[in-house]
């Protein structure tokens, strides 16, 4: 797999990762690969973030990286009389119009300067295809630390198609570290310190986690859970 940013605005980083977050999320509420925004209040509202004209630049910024970055996936398959060249490539938008008000204190835009973001028919089809329960709440909080958002969404993805308790390696070619890209902490000792860290974070807003390292450290335990808060979170479908 590798990621291509545009030339303009450069390869998603940090909390930009929430945006296929709440584009999926609101799909689903919307019910349609076009998403709207009546306002730039309302898109930070739907965010999180805080209301401002710094802010909403930052957001819209993001939307700048997430749209413009490309995903390709590839094998290369070599048998005995053949060889395969396999390439895919993935889109989160096709289409993003974000209008900007002169005036910061304006609530609503005027006449048709609606903001709205259209899905690619690859992402709008996995959203209905394979939604997976998480909280939106939880995903709003946990930004500050992408590391531990990345577990989170994995974790709730993971426990929820789990069908009973199961062990997924920390290291190898499917291991943990090779789904989440933490090249970083590649080296057993470092990865199991850093993941006891983010599985704390995660308990902070999903005490029922069921994940837990298993005691050889060289792997992770998982059951089946969804990823809700207990005080009745605002649930979303990613």
């Known amino acids: 797999m590798q990621v291509t940013g545009h030339p303009s605005y450069g390869l998603p980083w940090g909390q930009d990762r929430l945006i296929p977050i709440f584009l999926a999320t609101l799909a689903i509420r919307q019910r349609s690969a076009r998403i709207t925004f009546d306002s730039a209040a309302a898109m930070l509202d739907t965010f999180g973030m805080q209301q401002g004209g710094s802010q909403y630049r930052r957001l819209v910024g993001s939307f700048q990286r997430i749209f413009g970055a490309t995903i390709f996936f590839g094998t290369n398959t070599q048998r005995e009389h053949a060889a395969v060249f396999h390439r895919a490539r993935f889109n989160f938008m096709t289409e993003a119009r974000i209008w900007y008000s002169r005036d910061p204190a304006a609530k609503l835009l005027p006449g048709d300067c609606q903001n709205s973001i259209v899905l690619s028919d690859e992402f709008y089809r996995e959203i209905q295809s394979h939604p997976i329960p998480t909280d939106l709440e939880a995903a709003r909080v946990l930004s500050s630390s992408p590391a531990a958002l990345d577990l989170f969404m994995w974790l709730s993805y993971r426990c929820f198609t789990a069908k009973g308790r199961e062990r997924v390696p920390l290291f190898g070619e499917f291991g ?63």
Request: net charge neutral; aromatic share 6%.
């Open 176 to 238: 943990l570290v090779s789904q989440l890209g933490s090249a970083e902490y590649a080296r057993p000792r470092k990865l199991r310190e850093k993941l006891e860290s983010w599985l704390d974070l995660v308990r902070t807003m999903w005490p029922e986690c069921p994940a837990a390292i298993d005691s050889d450290g060289a792997g992770l335990f998982v059951d089946r859970a969804n990823a809700v808060l207990p005080s009745g979170g605002k649930t979303t479908h990613v």
